[in-house]
């Protein structure tokens, strides 16, 4: 869930009607593509019983796009701030000036040494089920925080997966993408060690799996 968080989440604290503060924790998923994974993720909320919601976003047409999962706990955020840290000072043009911006600068708030491997692993693969990809032969991850990626960097190292990282050059209004690659000579590692929860990327690596097993 930290991993989820870190890749597609987002956290808002407003006074809502002068009826009291609220922690608004939210994960932003695509209505056509995730689908599947919000069912596992609605479940896993309510695992921490947190009551989750949703909310559907919709386009010019009226057509549903998106829908975020919402929950209100200051628990749960609580929680998330022992194990992620981010620069809440920083704040996205397009979001109103309450809006706790972490994208830029979220990752892991201690050094990879104070976690459990079972929590690195986990982390990076709701991390990965979030912001991760599978191309044609390789599976990857793709974010602007580069203290991020270099958390995961440091988790495939102690977990001796091969990788390349890249940086996608943007333009000056926009910042940078650090793009994490593993190749195809690796995905097998990757998956017992990793893998999805999202079940659409998990059918598409095990789809590259399967076929390399038959060449």
């Known amino acids: 869930i930290i991993g989820a968080f870190a890749g597609d989440g987002s956290y808002n604290y407003k006074d809502y009607d002068n009826r009291g503060p609220k922690h608004l924790i939210r994960f932003a998923l695509s209505f056509y593509k995730d689908k599947e994974y919000?069912?596992?993720?609605?479940?896993?909320?309510?695992?921490?019983?947190?009551?989750?919601?949703?909310?559907?976003?919709?386009?010019?047409?009226?057509?549903?796009?998106?829908?975020?999962?919402?929950?209100?706990?200051?628990?749960?955020i609580n929680f998330i701030k022992e194990n992620l840290t981010w620069d809440e000072k920083l704040r996205s043009i397009n979001q109103n000036k309450n809006s706790k911006i972490k994208t830029y600068s979220v990752c892991l708030k201690k050094d990879i040494s104070n976690y459990s491997l079972d929590f690195?692993?986990?982390?990076?693969?709701?991390?990965?089920?979030?912001?991760?990809?599978?191309?044609?032969?390789?599976?990857?991850?793709?974010?602007?925080?580069?203290?991020?990626?270099?958390?995961?960097?440091?988790?495939?190292?102690?977990?001796?997966?091969?990788?390349?990282?890249?940086?996608?050059?943007r333009p000056p209004n926009r910042k940078d993408l650090y793009i994490l690659t593993i190749k195809k000579e690796e995905l097998g590692k990757y998956y017992l060690n990793i893998g999805f929860s999202n079940l659409r990327k998990e059918r598409k690596l095990l789809k590259i799996l399967n076929e390399a097993a038959r060449i």
């Open 38 to 76: 919000k069912d596992y993720l609605m479940q896993l909320l309510k695992n921490f019983k947190l009551n989750p919601y949703l909310c559907f976003k919709r386009n010019k047409e009226k057509n549903i796009v998106a829908f975020d999962i919402r929950t209100i706990s200051v628990q749960f």
């Open 120 to 169: 690195l692993l986990g982390f990076s693969r709701g991390l990965m089920d979030t912001d991760g990809f599978v191309g044609e032969n390789n599976v990857g991850c793709g974010v602007v925080s580069e203290e991020l990626i270099e958390n995961l960097k440091k988790i495939l190292e102690k977990i001796k997966t091969n990788f390349e990282i890249r940086i996608l050059k």
